[in-house]
């Protein structure tokens, strides 16, 4: 759910585009009105624009906008399930640190529910003509692939249920490869890529009893090594989302400068699923709120987007 708030009485989706067509050099009318409409909304106006205008409304976007805030716009703007599909492609392609590339593949598959991760690969096939799994598979290799891709391929099982025989079992089984510093074993994988998330939570718990601590403990052996840096990623986005959003948010806006592109991705792809924790938690392990540092490090446009996400205003 959305943490902003949305307008009891919404416009109808013509006089929506309506408006935005006349507001493409009005930045807080476009601010305006796409930050206050859900996910289906905003799909609405955009098929509905390009019926009335001929146009994918997209173009006037870019035509006019630039830099962070068109990012944040643009990305902002379509289902979902399209979003992550042009996401995955972007970071395939290697435009950035493989280490960032196989973070942004791992968001994806991990804390989006079987369903949503389905469309995804839906619609990446349909807009690529290759499959997601297959574009994975190929731009990385090792010990990357041989998790990443079996992450991407999953469906779990999305109920509560649990099997403590074999949470006692699994738990036991990951400290033993553990120990053995076979980080990329087959059963270690097996159990992260296709557990549900309530069963993986319950063979953690068993691993952090019986053992006195918890896994991804004993995963930061090795800090620097970016194979396990990414398993424990994936071990913290399959039980914990809001921790490791909290850290890439603090992460983004650490130290001089701002990594824009993490900051933009995090606030755009959590705001209608979880951003209300993520900020609990940024505030609990920082002791200032996400809006301050929000406001520190970014401005403009791009500010008043991204606080309009968090559901803050500008002023």
């Not at 919404?10 to 807080?28: G, H, S, T, Y």
């Not at 942004?104 to 079987?114: F, G």
């Not at 033993?176 to 890529?193: C, G, M, V, W």
């Amino acid at each position: 759910m959305a943490t902003f708030a949305v307008p009891q009485q919404i416009p109808p989706v013509a006089e929506d585009c309506e408006r935005l067509r006349k507001a493409m050099q009005d930045e807080n009318a476009i601010i305006s009105i796409l930050t206050h409409r859900n996910a289906r909304q905003r799909c609405l106006i955009r098929q509905t624009y390009a019926e009335k205008y001929g146009e994918d409304f997209f173009k006037p976007l870019q035509d006019e906008l630039s830099g962070d805030f068109l990012r944040a716009v643009l990305l902002w703007t379509p289902h979902p399930a399209e979003r992550d599909a042009l996401l995955a492609n972007e970071v395939t392609k290697k435009k950035h640190s493989a280490a960032h590339n196989h973070l942004v593949i791992m968001e994806i598959a991990c804390t989006r529910t079987s369903r949503e991760l389905f469309q995804v690969r839906e619609d990446y096939h349909a807009r690529y003509k290759r499959s997601l799994e297959e574009d994975i598979a190929y731009h990385t290799t090792g010990d990357f692939r041989k998790l990443l891709v079996p992450l991407v391929s999953t469906y779990r099982y999305e109920g509560g249920e649990v099997d403590m025989t074999v949470a006692n079992s699994e738990a036991n089984i990951l400290q033993e490869k553990i120990s053995e510093k076979a980080y990329n074993h087959d059963e270690l994988i097996r159990i992260l890529t296709t557990r549900s998330k309530a069963q993986l939570n319950a063979t953690f718990k068993v691993y952090n009893d019986q053992f006195g601590h918890p896994l991804n403990k004993d995963l930061k052996k090795k800090p620097k090594d970016e194979y396990l840096g990414l398993v424990r990623a994936t071990v913290q986005c399959l039980t914990c989302p809001e921790k490791y959003y909290e850290k890439a948010l603090r992460l983004s806006m650490k130290g001089l400068g701002t990594t824009e592109e993490t900051l933009t991705r995090v606030v755009v792809t959590r705001a209608e699923v979880d951003m209300k924790s993520i900020m609990e938690q940024y505030q609990l392990k920082n002791s200032v709120p996400l809006v301050q540092d929000i406001k520190s490090d970014t401005s403009g446009d791009y500010l008043a987007t991204l606080l309009a996400l968090v559901g803050q205003s500008s002023s």
